[in-house]
């Protein structure tokens, strides 16, 4: 059974920077990709981005290219994402997911473990 649970959320102002991470529990972290979904009020879950389990793939929401960054330490059992220049539209609960395969893909019915998500609140 794998748990994961997110860090380092809050609240910043526009133009500011977070970096989130997720903690993960279980055997062959380092074999599955992992990534990072949000979702704001009123609205679906989202994806922003994904690492495979290499750590040598990323895949990136438009929405977010350039601006985040994904990484992992499969020692460590740690997944990060680096967000930068935040805009109050990235306002949202982000959740850290767990793929059920290798390599990543965006839908998040390929992602079999969720963990409870961390608020970031961006002010304008």
């Known amino acids: 059974q794998v748990q994961l649970v997110e860090s380092g959320g809050g609240l910043v102002q526009a133009g500011g920077s977070l970096r989130l991470s997720c903690a993960a529990s279980?055997?062959?972290?380092?074999?599955?990709?992992m990534g990072w979904f949000r979702q704001a009020p009123g609205k679906e879950r989202e994806f922003v981005a994904a690492?495979?389990?290499?750590?040598?793939?990323?895949d990136y929401a438009d929405a977010v290219k350039g601006r985040f960054t994904i990484s992992r330490d499969n020692a460590k059992k740690l997944v990060f994402l680096q967000m930068n220049s935040l805009k109050p539209e990235d306002t949202a609960v982000y959740y850290c997911?767990?793929?059920?395969?290798?390599?990543?893909?965006?839908?998040?019915?390929?992602?079999?473990?969720w963990g409870q998500g961390t608020q970031v609140i961006v002010s304008s």
């Open positions: 997911a767990k793929h059920l395969l290798p390599t990543p893909t965006r839908p998040s019915a390929d992602f079999g473990s």
């Open positions: 690492i495979s389990g290499t750590g040598g793939v990323t």
């Open positions: 279980g055997r062959n972290f380092g074999v599955y990709a």
